[in-house]
Nanobody
C-alpha cells in the first residue's frame, strides 16, 4: 500500500501562488490514479484536480485555469500548482491515491492553505 504526505501549504495573500506536494512511499505512483481534494470549514470535501495514471486530467470549475496537477515519477511525488489564489481557496488540501480499478483509496493527512484578502 502507499503512504502519502502532503506539504507546501501556508498563508498567502490573494493573488499569490503556492505549490503543494504529495510525496508517496511504499508503492510507485504509476500504480494509481491521483487526486487533490480540499475541505473548507463547515463544508464537504470536494475534488480540486484529478490525474489518471495514463495522464488524463480533470479540474473543478472553480480552479480551472488557475491550477495545474502533475506528477514526477522520478521523485514519486504529485504536485498541485495554484496561481491567482482567492480567499475562497482557503481549505485543508488532501491528496488521494486510487488503485486502478477503484478497489482501494489512500489519503494523506492534509496541508492547510489560507488565503488572506
Amino acid at each position: 500500500q502507499v503512504q502519502l504526505v502532503e506539504s507546501g501549504g501556508g498563508l498567502v495573500q490573494a493573488g499569490g501562488s503556492l505549490r503543494l506536494s504529495c510525496a508517496a512511499s511504499g508503492s510507485p505512483l504509476s500504480f494509481y490514479h491521483m487526486g487533490w481534494y480540499r475541505q473548507a470549514p463547515g463544508k464537504q470535501r470536494e475534488l480540486v484536480a484529478y490525474h489518471t495514471n495514463s495522464g488524463l486530467t480533470n479540474y473543478a470549475e472553480s480552479v480551472k485555469g488557475r491550477c495545474t496537477i502533475s506528477r514526477d515519477y522520478t521523485k514519486n511525488t504529485m504536485y498541485l500548482k495554484m496561481n491567482s489564489l482567492k480567499p475562497e481557496d482557503t481549505a485543508v488540501y488532501y491528496c488521494k491515491a486510487d488503485t486502478v480499478g477503484g478497489s482501494r483509496e489512500y489519503w494523506g493527512q492534509g496541508t492547510q492553505v489560507t488565503v488572506s484578502s
